[in-house]
């Protein structure tokens, strides 16, 4: 059973356009979420997290929005760029354990 | 700054050697720390749970005699991996998490690449 789903293994967007990247989970004891990126042979870079006790965390271009009613976790990004080309992971934490999605591609074409 | 931070970020070693990768918590007290790896293509998988002055808990599937956890102090745990083989060459990262006000935050550490050669 997979706790933290992320549907759309593959999102290609333009430049300047938004890229919405989506996460759906099941367990509803996560209270902490975040989005990571990946760049092939790289270490993951953390982009942004947001807490169970907030629905919405910005951070310059990227914005994480939570529905909790839903169990749907999504990111936005605008700007999108083409340097955002990566792997894009989300994790659902529950008494610090984190569980991560399987990741979707995005592609930024200039 | 960091608050985990993970040492070494690279390390390659023969195979048949152990290594050691260290994880420390900065400017808080971790009872309880996180161990996860990533394989090429795949996502971060939770390896085991470092407990502070008991034995580490290990998912299902990871050789508690291979990978070797101690976490001596609030502020340090360690993951070493025991006879390392090529097939053990992975991402190692490791997380802590922290109570506030607001809920808790989890922090990571930079990550250990491993090249068993």
């Known amino acids: 059973d997979q706790q933290v789903k992320q549907n759309s293994p593959s999102l290609s967007v333009q430049e300047g356009r938004i890229s919405i990247l989506n996460c759906d989970y099941t367990?509803?004891?996560?209270?902490?979420f975040l989005w990571y990126k990946k760049y092939p042979a790289e270490g993951p870079t953390f982009l942004i997290s947001?807490?169970?006790?907030?629905d919405k965390n910005e951070d310059g271009r990227f914005t994480v929005f939570l529905n909790k009613s839903a169990k749907h976790l999504s990111l936005h990004i605008v700007p999108s760029q083409p340097g955002d080309s990566a792997v894009y992971f989300c994790?659902?934490?529950?008494?610090?354990?984190?569980?991560f999605g399987d990741g979707t591609t995005l592609t930024v074409k200039p | 700054g960091a608050v985990v931070s993970q040492h070494p970020s690279w390390v390659i070693c023969k195979s048949g050697t152990s290594v050691k990768i260290e994880c420390r918590s900065l400017?808080?007290?971790?009872?309880?720390m996180f161990w996860y790896r990533q394989f090429p293509k795949q996502s971060l998988m939770l390896m085991a749970t470092?407990?502070?002055?008991?034995?580490?808990?290990?998912e299902q599937g990871v050789e508690k005699d291979k990978f070797l956890i101690n976490h001596a102090s609030l502020t340090l745990s360690t993951l070493t991996v025991t006879s390392a083989h090529p097939e053990d060459s992975s991402f190692y990262i490791c997380?802590?998490?922290?109570?506030?006000?607001?809920?808790?935050?989890?922090?990571f550490g930079e990550g250990s690449w491993l090249t068993v050669v």
């Open positions: 367990n509803s004891m996560f209270d902490y």
């Open positions: 470092s407990n502070e002055g008991s034995k580490a808990t290990y």
């Open positions: 400017d808080f007290q971790a009872t309880t």
């Open positions: 997380s802590a998490s922290v109570r506030g006000l607001r809920g808790n935050t989890i922090y």
């Open positions: 947001i807490s169970s006790i907030k």
């Open positions: 994790a659902a934490t529950n008494a610090g354990k984190s569980t």
